[in-house]
């Protein structure tokens, strides 16, 4: 309730700002809700989905996964964003950052320099990935395991360069691995590039990575990440996304050498009418010495979704998600750990 109620006030406060102001045309107000029911067929006694699951989290209950309000400024020269938000995706991927930082989605500001330049500073969007913690803009109703475990978001400065049409070049400056508050005892920055390729309206290709320490300076261990995606539409009405993850990290000062994890992904989209659609996804997780999720963490994933868009920002889903490892991650409701998992999952999504 006290985050329903804190939500509200921001709206209010942001419509009187702009009835004080008589400047409501460069001010946006939008929002976001997503109410979610997945039902885990290994029935977990504490409702909790498994530990690498970071959206759509909780089993056999009404939920909102992600709900907020959004107030935007932009003039042609300076802009920004003021993003809070609820629901078990900010309770859950938020978790290491204290108080009232668990509550914001985003909080930047930007500056135009010139007509290619563009300066952002503050808590942005992961520059790492083609998911986003906002279902409704994904082709499933879940997210991949490859999502849930990189970044959703980041803190720090943000360059972007845009020489024409077909390329977009970023460049930023970072707190560390998904981070709003850096890692105590840690004093260096991270960095992070991305390059996006379209050559057409139908075709995106990117390529983002990640390189800094996430540990404090006296366990420093520097990683390297990288992040492949094409999204293909084929037709109006097909599309293919293909994902491919790689990172590397140093071991600990006491050993030598790296470790790696890894993740590929293959999403498929048909729309079988203006309102509806289907989308299925293959997926695969690889973490042998438990850099992101677990020691000998190997997992492979099929899920098919099927999409009814009444209104244009409205949409329902209902998806079906079945997962297997080699070792034994899912708790069962006896209270075992199985190696595989089937859950059903429904949302309801609206924004306005």
């Known amino acids: ?203 995106t290709l990117n390529y983002s990575t990640f390189l800094g320490n996430d540990k404090p300076d006296s366990a420093r261990q520097t990683r390297f990440f990288n992040n492949f995606y094409a999204i293909i539409l084929l037709s109006d009405r097909f599309g293919l996304t293909a994902g491919f993850d790689f990172g590397a990290e140093k071991k600990p000062s006491a050993e030598k050498g790296t470790n790696t994890w890894y993740s590929p992904v293959l999403i498929a989209r048909y729309k079988l009418a203006d309102q509806w659609a289907l989308a299925g996804r293959i997926e695969q997780y690889a973490d042998k010495n438990g850099v992101i999720v677990a020691n000998d963490f190997k997992m492979n994933g099929f899920s098919l979704n099927l999409d009814y868009a009444p209104r244009s920002n409205a949409l329902f889903r209902i998806e079906g998600r079945w997962l297997k490892s080699q070792n034994n991650y899912f708790l069962e409701h006896s209270g075992a750990f199985g190696n595989h998992d089937f859950c059903i999952s429904t949302s309801l999504a609206f924004s306005f």
């Open 1 to 203: 309730m006290k985050n329903f109620l804190f939500l509200t006030i921001l709206a209010l406060g942001v419509n009187f700002a702009q009835g004080q102001s008589g400047d409501s045309a460069r001010i946006k107000i939008s929002g976001y809700a997503e109410i979610y029911y997945s039902y885990d067929f290994n029935r977990p006694l504490s409702n909790d989905r498994p530990a690498f699951v970071y959206s759509h989290n909780r089993h056999n209950e009404v939920n909102a996964n992600l709900a907020f309000v959004k107030a935007a400024y932009d003039d042609g020269i300076v802009h920004a964003n003021l993003t809070l938000m609820t629901g078990t995706y900010a309770n859950a991927n938020l978790a290491a950052e204290p108080g009232v930082l668990k509550n914001i989605y985003e909080a930047n500001i930007g500056l135009q320099v010139g007509s290619k330049v563009i300066v952002d500073a503050g808590i942005l969007p992961s520059h790492i990935g083609f998911e986003s913690a906002i279902s409704k803009d994904c082709w499933t109703l879940t997210r991949s395991i490859l999502a849930d475990n990189s970044p959703y978001y980041e803190s720090g400065v943000r360059v972007t360069y845009t020489p024409n049409k077909q390329w977009t070049l970023i460049g930023l400056a970072l707190n560390g691995w998904q981070r709003i508050r850096r890692v105590n005892g840690n004093s260096t920055p991270a960095l992070g590039t991305q390059i996006i390729f379209k050559p057409n309206d139908n075709i």
